[in-house]
């Protein structure tokens, strides 16, 4: 439940209540305030990092796609009989 509790902390979305309660335990807890850092370097990690962009495929993949979607069998819906 702490753990939860932090995280809506550091989005500011615990309520104030909530806040006021979570940061008096804090003032007496170091392994809440150890995982809160870790947790605020671990934010920050993820909003510097930049996903490069996927290659586009292979010819061969994309071949390979084309034909798996071809000889795919259709499946037909089966339509109810109204009356």
Same mark, same amino acid.
């Given at each position: 439940?702490?753990?939860?509790? %932090?995280?809506?902390? @550091?989005? #500011?979305?615990? +309520?104030?209540?909530?806040?006021? *309660? %979570?940061?008096?335990? @804090?003032? #007496?807890?170091? +392994?809440?305030?150890?995982?809160? *850092?870790?947790?605020?370097?671990?934010?920050?990690?993820?909003?510097?990092?930049?996903?490069?962009?996927?290659?586009?495929?292979?010819?061969?993949?994309?071949?390979?796609?084309?034909?798996?979607?071809?000889?795919?069998?259709?499946?037909?819906?089966?339509?109810?009989?109204?009356?």
């Amino acid at each position: 439940m702490i753990f939860a509790a %932090l995280s809506e902390f @550091l989005d #500011g979305t615990l +309520p104030p209540r909530n806040c006021r *309660e %979570l940061q008096k335990h @804090l003032s #007496g807890c170091d +392994p809440c305030l150890q995982y809160l *850092e870790t947790l605020k370097k671990t934010i920050r990690a993820c909003q510097l990092y930049q996903a490069a962009p996927a290659p586009p495929p292979s010819t061969a993949v994309r071949e390979a796609f084309i034909k798996a979607l071809s000889t795919r069998p259709v499946r037909r819906a089966r339509l109810r009989k109204v009356g």
